[in-house]
């Protein structure tokens, strides 16, 4: 399939079903699709992320992701009202990124393409760029701040996880590239070694790393991984409920195990981390929902996988949050770098 093939899938879904949802005011298309070209070969570890825009995005059920036709599909809601503020979606990374792109694949009230003009016109200017790198470098702030250290075990790891991964998106805002999710960190050393800042990367790595973190390790965290994978897949109960429950689903195991493993063949293994971390933390968030016995004997796989990222001891959280928070004055030195020598 092609790039242009999945953006005709994500259309067709949105004229023949996205129309009907109560309150439907548009949507348009988000996340690594919008690098790609037309021709391209659109990878099945990839899904295509859909942004509905809704008038009250509570009175629809979350959809996830789901498989239709030939593509997988991310469908995020949000509510039209968060579109009110130009200077809002300006300095809103997630917004201002998909909004430039403008891949709108609905605009029934006449207002997206409109919108979509206007960011473009201002989206590169030095001052929104370093808002969008500032916001999330107090994001990151404030959840360290807000760290809960009496949290499920998932959770905690969550909690640190992400804000951790986030030190990469101003490296990639200030490159105007797609803070992507699952390859945060592959695309932060791309975007390094092309503005002659590759030595900077290691530096990044070993905020989610630590500092005696060996490659060698991963293939058989992964392998653990992919047990619990499967497991989650087969339980239910309360994790319908659950936020990401359906990254943790048999029809996105060629994203969250079989995209790691071609990460794990590649010349940089260690950028896998990351999402081998957030897969293993919602799988093990499932299974305490659904089977809390299974739970407890997939845990200590989790544990040995956190281990050799330097994560052996509940106060490791507290601590590694010291040292990213710490190291932020030279991620924003680098990402001023970087706006400093892009092309315009």
């Known amino acids: 399939m092609t790039r242009a093939q999945a953006v005709e899938v994500a259309r067709s879904w949105v ?15 988000s996340g690594s699709i919008l690098e790609a070209s037309d021709g391209d070969a659109w990878p099945e570890s990839s899904d295509v992320d859909v942004v509905l825009v809704l008038r009250a995005p509570d009175a629809v059920a979350p959809l996830g992701k789901f498989r239709y036709g030939a593509a997988l599909l991310e469908v995020t809601t949000l509510e039209r009202a968060a579109f009110d503020s130009l200077e809002h979606v300006l ?3 997630y917004l201002a990124f998909a909004l430039n792109a403008g891949v709108i694949l ?5 207002w ?32 360290a701040g ?22 990469t998106f101003p490296i990639l805002a200030a490159a105007l590239c797609n803070c992507t999710v699952r390859r945060r960190y592959t695309r932060a050393r791309e975007v390094l070694q092309r503005h002659g800042l590759g030595d900077f990367y290691p530096a990044l790595l070993r905020q989610l790393t630590g500092d005696s ?22 339980t239910h109960g309360p994790s319908d409920a659950y936020r990401f429950r359906s990254d ?11 995209g790691c493993r ?80 892009r092309p315009v």
Request: with cysteine.
């Open 15 to 29: 004229r023949e079903e996205a129309c009907a949802l109560p309150g439907f005011c548009g949507a348009y298309l």
């Open 91 to 93: 300095r809103t990374h």
């Open 106 to 110: 609905a605009d029934p009230e006449g």
């Open 112 to 143: 997206l393409l409109p919108l979509h003009r206007r960011i473009a016109s201002e989206y590169a200017r030095p001052e929104w760029v370093r808002a969008r790198c500032r916001g999330f470098l107090d994001g990151i702030r404030r959840s």
């Open 146 to 167: 807000a760290f809960d250290a009496t949290a499920p075990y998932p959770a905690r790891v969550n909690s640190w996880l992400f804000p951790t991964g986030i030190s």
């Open 213 to 234: 973190f060996d490659p060698a390790c991963l293939p058989g965290h992964l392998d653990a991984l992919a047990e619990t994978f499967d497991l989650a897949c087969e």
């Open 248 to 258: 943790i689903r048999p029809q996105a195991r060629s994203i969250s195990i079989d």
């Open 262 to 341: 071609r990460m794990l063949s590649s010349p940089h293994p260690q950028d896998a981390v990351f999402w081998m971390g957030a897969t293993f933390a919602r799988c093990q968030t499932v299974l305490e929902l659904d089977e809390p016995a299974l739970a407890a004997r997939r845990m200590p796989a989790f544990r040995a996988f956190m281990a050799d990222i330097g994560i052996a001891g509940d106060g490791d959280f507290c601590c590694r949050f010291a040292k990213l928070t710490s190291f932020l004055p030279e991620v924003e030195r680098a990402a001023e770098q970087i706006m400093r020598t």
